[in-house]
C-alpha cells in the first residue's frame, strides 16, 4: 500500500511539475517570446532602445530572475531596458511558473556555470580587504565613473558625451551578487547575453584582483542588503 | 633690446617651434589610429575622437602624465611629450584600446 501511495505521490508531482511548466511555457509564448524570441536567443537589431537579453546566457539565478519579471529590470537598475514589469499582470504562482520555463528550457546550467567560473577565479584573501577596498576605489574613479558615473547611478559624463546612447546600471540597484558582478566585469556583457555590446570585458585591462577589488569597493560604498537579500539603494 | 638679440630670439623660437612634430591620433572603432607612435620630448599628440561615442585618453605615466577626460565626439586634445619616458595610452572606456607611444 505505501508502494502505492508513493508512486500516487511521484505521479501527482511530476504532474504538477508539467502543469507548471506548461503554465509558464504558454506565458512565454504570449509575453516573452515577441521580445526574446520562440529560443530565449533575442532578436538583435529589432526596434528596441535596448535590445532583449539573450536567455541563454544569462547568468541571473530563478530567484533574481523571478524579481525581474515581476518588478522590471529598470527597478533594478536598468535605465532604459524595455524588460517591464509583469508584476501587475500576473500573479506571483505564474511568474514562478515562467521563470521555471526559462530556467529548465533555455539555461539550465547558470548556477553550476557562474559557480564554476568564479571557482577558477584568483582566490583573494579576506584579510587584505582594506587594501581592496583602496584598490578598488583607485579602479573605480579610473574607469567605472565614466559611464556607471561617480555615485553609480548609471549617469556619467559618457552617458552625456555620445552621438550614440549608452545605458549604463544604476549600480546602487543592482541585483547581482559580488560574484556575479565580478563575472560581469571580467567577461563583459555580451558574454552574458547582452546584445548591445557596451560593458566590455575587463580582463584584458585588470586582473581577477582589481576587479574583484571594484566590486567590494562598489558593495561597500553604494550597495547595502535588503530583506529579499539583494541589494538595494542607500 | 637690440635688433640683433630680437632677431635671435625670434629665429631661436621659430627653430623650436619647427622641430616640434604633432601627430594627429584618431579615436574611431575603438581604436587609437594609426597606432604606436615614436616621438620626441616637446612633440604634441593631437587626440580627436570620430566615433559616435565618447572616449577616453590618458597615461599613468608620472612624468608626461595626461588625462583628458571625457572626449566628446568630434572634440579635439592636445598634450605636449614632456619627458623622455615611453609611455602607454589607454582608454579608460574601452580596455582594449591602447597604445605605446616610445620616446626618443
Known amino acids: 500500500m505505501k508502494f502505492f501511495l508513493f508512486l500516487a505521490f511521484v505521479f501527482a508531482s511530476l504532474s504538477a511539475s508539467d502543469e507548471t511548466f506548461d503554465i509558464g511555457e504558454n506565458i512565454y509564448a504570449n509575453a516573452c517570446s515577441s521580445c526574446h524570441g520562440a529560443d530565449g536567443k533575442a532578436n538583435e537589431g529589432a526596434d528596441f532602445v535596448v535590445n532583449p537579453r539573450n536567455l541563454s546566457k544569462s547568468l541571473l539565478n530563478e530567484k533574481q530572475r523571478f524579481w525581474i519579471v515581476k518588478m522590471g529590470s529598470r527597478h533594478w537598475g536598468s535605465y532604459a531596458d524595455a524588460m517591464p514589469a509583469f508584476g501587475g499582470a500576473y500573479e506571483d504562482e505564474a511568474i514562478k511558473s515562467v521563470v521555471r520555463f526559462i530556467t529548465k528550457k533555455f539555461n539550465p546550467d547558470t548556477e553550476a556555470r557562474v559557480k564554476d567560473l568564479y571557482s577558477r577565479s584568483e582566490a583573494v584573501s579576506s584579510e587584505k580587504f582594506a587594501q581592496m577596498l583602496k584598490s578598488g576605489e583607485k579602479v573605480y574613479k579610473r574607469t567605472c565613473h565614466l559611464c556607471h558615473g561617480e555615485s553609480a547611478r548609471g549617469d556619467g559624463l559618457a552617458t552625456k558625451n555620445s552621438q550614440k546612447p549608452i545605458y549604463p546600471y544604476n549600480l546602487r540597484k543592482t541585483l547581482l551578487s559580488k560574484e556575479q558582478m565580478f563575472l560581469y566585469a571580467k567577461y563583459g556583457g555580451e558574454f552574458w547575453g547582452s546584445h548591445n555590446g557596451d560593458m566590455p570585458s575587463w580582463s584584458a585591462k585588470y586582473d581577477d584582483y582589481s576587479l574583484k577589488s571594484v566590486v567590494l569597493y562598489i558593495d561597500e560604498t553604494f550597495r547595502k542588503k535588503d530583506k529579499r537579500g539583494f541589494s538595494k539603494e542607500r | ?104
Open chain 2, 1 to 104: 633690446m637690440s635688433d640683433f638679440f630680437k632677431t635671435l630670439l625670434f629665429s631661436l623660437a621659430l627653430a623650436a617651434s619647427a622641430s616640434a612634430a604633432n601627430y594627429v591620433v584618431d579615436q574611431k572603432g575603438k581604436t587609437f589610429l594609426p597606432g604606436d607612435l615614436s616621438v620626441s620630448v616637446g612633440d604634441t599628440i593631437t587626440f580627436k575622437n570620430s566615433d559616435p561615442f565618447a572616449h577616453n585618453a590618458y597615461t599613468d605615466n608620472e612624468s608626461n602624465e595626461f588625462d583628458v577626460g571625457m572626449q566628446a565626439t568630434g572634440r579635439e586634445t592636445v598634450m605636449t611629450v614632456k619627458s623622455a619616458e615611453s609611455f602607454n595610452i589607454e582608454c579608460a572606456i574601452h580596455p582594449n584600446m591602447l597604445i605605446k607611444v616610445m620616446v626618443e
